[in-house]
């Protein structure tokens, strides 16, 4: 089974600084990874996502993530914290079997003035 | 539409009422699916369509959780006699395909049990 593990469920960064929100997943086959991003009161928003090929992804509001196997990671980062960055973060994982999504429980990200 | 539409955006429901939510997809979205996001949770799968096909059901919680797309358009989660532990934000998506697709996910119908 598939499963997603999101080490810290608060992390709060200056405005600004290096923004880093770890993800570890558990797949048994080569998996497709995704990051979401929830604001208050709002659905998910897809911020980017791997399925094959380059191994960094870039996404939408400079953030990006880079797949590593060897660590079974998918780490999101962005060099600069905004304060609109301010929200949940999900990173989930599926596969070529149609699975369906697997999320893990969130990380709330504070960015501080 | 544009996006994926859900209705109602909030429900209270008295313990012991059924519910209906109504999801709209995205146009020409092949698949569907039913997650249920608890309260500084995750999302949780529930259910999921492929056009009017239930390919998986597995995450329904118990047997007062139903859902249908009869028409492989809309679809209904039916929650019935409702129970405190079904208080959540329902979340609907689509995907014009299956595995890899970009999902895209509704603002949610927020269900309180009283």
């Known amino acids: 089974a598939q499963s997603v593990t999101q080490l810290g469920s608060h992390v709060s960064v200056s405005e600004g600084a290096l923004v880093l929100l770890r993800c570890n997943y558990s797949?048994?086959?080569?998996?497709?990874l995704f990051w979401y991003v929830q604001y208050p009161n709002q659905g998910l928003q897809l911020l980017l996502k791997?399925?094959?090929?380059?191994?960094l992804v870039k996404g939408i509001n400079g953030f990006e993530a880079e797949f590593k196997k060897s660590e079974t990671s998918f780490h999101l980062t962005k060099p600069s914290a905004h304060m609109s960055d301010a929200a949940e973060y999900f990173c989930a994982v599926s596969d070529q079997r149609n699975t369906p999504l697997v999320f893990g429980k969130g990380t709330r990200l504070s960015v501080i003035a | 539409g544009a996006g994926v539409s859900q209705s109602p955006r909030y429900k209270v429901a008295k313990r012991g009422q059924d519910v209906a939510l109504r999801c709209d997809p995205i146009s020409g979205h092949v698949s569907l699916f039913w997650y249920q996001q608890a309260l500084g949770q995750g999302p949780e799968f529930l259910t999921y369509f492929q056009n009017e096909a239930q390919l998986d059901k597995s995450g329904l919680p118990s047997d007062r959780f139903f859902a249908e797309r009869p028409e492989g358009s809309v679809s209904t989660l039916k929650i019935q006699r409702t129970q405190q532990e079904d208080s959540a934000v329902y979340l609907c998506?689509?995907?014009?395909?299956?595995?890899?697709?970009?999902?895209?996910f509704g603002e949610g119908s927020w269900l309180t049990v009283v």
């Open positions: 791997y399925t094959t090929g380059a191994t």
């Open positions: 998506a689509s995907s014009f395909g299956t595995s890899g697709n970009t999902i895209y």
């Open positions: 797949s048994s086959v080569p998996p497709y």
